[in-house]
């Protein structure tokens, strides 16, 4: 195998990956809010009240849905970029998710954490995304090779 197949092929596998797991919290935000009857809050504390603090689940229920809303745009945005070969979109639109996280790993005190402010932070990082994202797509041409079709 020469070594641009082999970065190729390690590029999809990280793509993959990425997916899967975007699907996957997708999938578990969903979960979430049907095993809950859509009261979030009331689901968490139910499940994990006894083993964290008496308010941490507070407030989840304005957040949990506008997060929902943002990671499933994010979701559409990322398979619309990767379903039109157009692997530099989907590297911008997770841009706005990487400095969320970063945000919220380096600024949140763990042993007490405040979720109602961890879905905002990531809220705003995957609309922004994906608005800079849309945008970053309408601005820069389409060249042959990433139009998604076969040029033959």
Not at 104 to 122: A, F, Q, T, V
Not at 134 to 146: E, K
Request: include cysteine; hydrophobic fraction near 55%.
């Amino acid at each position: 195998m020469h070594q641009p197949a082999r970065a190729s092929l390690g590029k999809h596998v990280l793509v993959a990956v990425v997916m899967l797991g975007l699907a996957a919290l997708w999938l578990g935000l969903c979960a979430l809010a049907v095993a809950s009857k859509g009261d979030p809050e009331a689901g968490l504390k139910a499940a994990f009240g006894r083993y964290s603090m008496a308010d941490a689940f507070k407030h989840i229920n304005g957040g949990f849905f506008l997060f929902w809303a943002a990671h499933s745009c994010l979701i559409a945005a990322a398979a619309a970029a990767l379903r039109l070969r157009r692997l530099n979109e989907f590297e911008v639109l997770l841009l706005g998710p990487a400095m969320a996280l970063g945000i919220c790993m380096l600024s949140e005190r763990w042993s007490d954490p405040n979720w109602p402010d961890i879905l905002g932070i990531c809220a705003i990082g995957w609309f922004v995304s994906v608005v800079v994202s849309m945008g970053y797509w309408g601005l820069r041409p389409t060249t042959p090779d990433q139009s998604g079709h076969d040029p033959t």
